[in-house]
């Protein structure tokens, strides 16, 4: 079974920037579409930002210019940098590796984000 280790959460000031990576437990089919969620109290689990093998990147409108999502595949780890922060960032954001064709579908333990105002 692998597992994705989280890091890089915390408390922020708004207007601050923090780094979320992602790292696989040990090697797995590249061919995959890594993404990052993020859940806020009492609200659904939402996509932030995604990644594809490829290189392709999607992001929700709410981020987009603030958020940058990238991966290294000999590492297996992927990254969320976030800038600009802001209160309603504040979530539990979890990290997504989801193999081509439903191969495999693994999900971080989630790691806190808080935005001060």
């Known amino acids: 079974q692998v597992q994705l280790v989280e890091s890089g959460g915390g408390l922020v000031q708004a207007g601050g920037s923090l780094r979320l990576s992602c790292a696989a437990s040990r090697t797995i089919f590249k061919n995959n579409v890594m993404g990052w969620y993020r859940q806020a109290p009492g609200k659904q689990r939402e996509l932030v930002a995604s990644?594809?093998?490829?290189?392709?990147?999607n992001y929700a409108d709410s981020v987009k210019g603030r958020f940058t999502i990238s991966r290294d595949n000999a590492k297996t780890t992927m990254y969320l940098r976030m800038n600009s922060l802001k209160p309603e960032d504040t979530a539990v954001y979890y990290c997504?590796?989801?193999?081509?064709?439903?191969?495999?579908?693994?999900w971080g333990q989630g790691t806190q984000v808080t935005v001060s105002s």
């Open positions: 990644i594809t093998s490829g290189g392709s990147t």
């Open positions: 997504n590796f989801y193999g081509a064709s439903g191969l495999y579908n693994y």
